[in-house]
């Protein structure tokens, strides 16, 4: 089945550009210069993943993409302002994939979408394991979402299962922030880079973990970051 890209991006030129390339690498992509665009198209069809630019007319890529993120857990890939890391740490906090600054080369946009997907393939695929327990939280493996204690959901973007699911395969040891690079990205972690820490960040909150005294997600001064509690694997 053919993969469907969404493009929301209000140059003219990239549109066409990557509309055009992306299709010769055997995607189903649509173009579109704003939110408003955006909207008809997602209500229209069925997408894979969408490539969001941050800066937009009107409502900018980072309100479409909390906006996306409360309501679907499609994959989001945004383009920033090469050199904007503001832009590109909320863009993660408010639940994107990835990043990537422009300028770009169209390759490496294609290897980004290509990481993306394929990780959001295995983790369709991956069923050994149906759930974790830990500090009176259950990780849904087939739903891909958290369960408190209260029964409550709490909804993950792909990018903060992927990273909760490693953590929980790999309690109690200290994964590396370039190790947790390649479970989101498919990439080392880059001397600037702080999608590692943003996602954690955002992690901790959704467990209600005190950033400044951590007690499930703990930070290894130098080495990287552990998950310090008792898991239960229910297969």
Same mark, same amino acid.
């Given at each position: 089945?053919?993969?469907?890209?969404?493009?929301?991006?209000?140059?003219? *030129? =990239?549109? $066409?550009?990557?509309? +055009?390339? !992306?299709?010769?690498?055997?995607?189903?992509?649509?173009?579109? #210069?704003?939110?408003?665009?955006?909207?008809?198209?997602?209500?229209?069809?069925?997408?894979?993943?969408?490539?969001?630019?941050?800066?937009?007319?009107?409502?900018?890529?980072?309100?479409?993409?909390?906006?996306?993120?409360?309501?679907?857990?499609?994959?989001?890939?945004?383009?920033?302002?090469?050199?904007?890391?503001?832009?590109?740490?909320?863009?993660?906090?408010?639940?994107?994939?990835?990043?990537?600054?422009?300028?770009?080369?169209?390759? *490496? =946009?294609? $290897?980004?979408?290509? +990481?993306? !997907?394929?990780?959001?393939?295995?983790?369709?695929?991956?069923? #050994?394991?149906?759930?974790?327990?830990?500090?009176?939280?259950?990780?849904?493996?087939?739903?891909?979402?958290?369960?408190?204690?209260?029964?409550?959901?709490?909804?993950?973007?792909?990018?903060?299962?992927?990273?909760?699911?490693?953590?929980?395969?790999?309690?109690?040891?200290?994964?590396?922030?370039?190790?947790?690079?390649?479970?989101?990205?498919?990439?080392?972690?880059?001397?600037?880079?702080?999608?590692?820490?943003?996602?954690?960040?955002?992690?901790?909150?959704?467990?209600?973990?005190?950033?400044?005294?951590?007690?499930?997600?703990?930070?290894?001064?130098?080495?990287?970051?552990?998950?310090?509690?008792?898991?239960?694997?229910?297969?």
């Amino acid at each position: 089945m053919t993969q469907r890209i969404l493009v929301v991006d209000d140059d003219d *030129e =990239l549109r $066409a550009l990557l509309q +055009s390339y !992306l299709g010769e690498q055997g995607f189903g992509v649509a173009a579109v #210069p704003d939110g408003s665009g955006m909207r008809r198209e997602l209500a229209d069809s069925a997408f894979d993943l969408v490539i969001l630019d941050v800066m937009l007319p009107g409502e900018d890529g980072l309100a479409l993409c909390r906006e996306l993120r409360s309501k679907s857990r499609m994959p989001i890939l945004m383009l920033t302002a090469r050199g904007d890391e503001l832009d590109r740490i909320i863009g993660l906090e408010m639940g994107a994939d990835d990043y990537l600054p422009k300028p770009f080369h169209p390759r *490496e =946009l294609l $290897a980004r979408i290509r +990481s993306i !997907l394929r990780r959001v393939q295995d983790l369709a695929g991956e069923a #050994p394991t149906r759930a974790f327990h830990f500090a009176g939280w259950t990780l849904d493996i087939g739903l891909r979402h958290l369960v408190g204690a209260d029964g409550v959901a709490v909804p993950l973007s792909t990018g903060e299962f992927r990273l909760l699911q490693s953590m929980a395969e790999n309690a109690n040891r200290v994964m590396s922030r370039d190790r947790l690079m390649d479970v989101l990205s498919g990439r080392e972690a880059g001397p600037f880079d702080r999608s590692v820490d943003v996602m954690i960040s955002r992690l901790r909150r959704r467990l209600g973990d005190d950033g400044r005294e951590p007690e499930i997600i703990k930070t290894v001064r130098n080495e990287g970051y552990v998950l310090a509690a008792k898991v239960e694997r229910k297969g």
